[in-house]
């Protein structure tokens, strides 16, 4: 299985209560046949070395570190496998949806997980309201995308 980490935000040399919990959940579903792509600028490396705290082998992790956004995280991962790969995406519970319609506008074959009950403090409250936004605005992008390859098509 090939299980991948979204990025999210970092304080100095670890990673902030919300990524810990998606670097927790991805930790306890891997094996070690499996492997696991930690992805984000800025936050890969300190996502890895924090995996490999949690018993994670580190040959088994794979860093993608340019993405800037959640639609690049999944853009860059999905040229780190061959076409086809199955792939379990690990989140916040509350980026579930978006994450999901961007697997799905990339063709991407694979599941959502979340993370669990975001906590109630500022960075989950925060996280709610900005999906609250992010999600119709990606939406709209998707439609753009879409709208533009039947365009090209014709």
């Keep these: 299985m090939h299980i991948v980490v979204l ?15 998606r670097l927790e959940v991805a930790a306890r579903l891997a094996s070690p046949m499996d492997t696991i792509v930690v992805s984000g600028k ?8 924090f995996l490999i705290d949690l018993g994670i082998d580190a040959q088994q992790i794979i860093i993608e570190n340019a993405a800037t956004s ?6 860059n991962t ?31 074959p694979g599941k959502v997980i979340g993370s669990g009950l975001f906590p109630l403090r500022k960075a ?15 939406a709209v992008r998707i439609a753009f995308r879409r709208f533009l390859h039947l365009n090209k098509i014709r």
Aim: glycine share 8%.
């Design 124 to 138: 989950g409250i925060y996280g709610l309201i900005r999906e609250f936004f992010a999600l119709p605005h990606s």
């Design 78 to 108: 999905a040229q780190l496998a061959p076409p086809g790969t199955y792939w379990l995406v690990v989140t916040n519970s509350f980026h579930v949806w978006r994450t999901r319609l961007w697997i799905w506008h990339l063709g991407f």
């Design 70 to 75: 959640t639609n690049e995280n999944l853009e």
């Design 7 to 21: 990025g999210a935000k970092v304080h100095a040399t670890r990673p902030s209560s919300l990524l810990a919990q």
């Design 42 to 49: 800025g936050e890969a490396e300190i996502m890895r070395a």
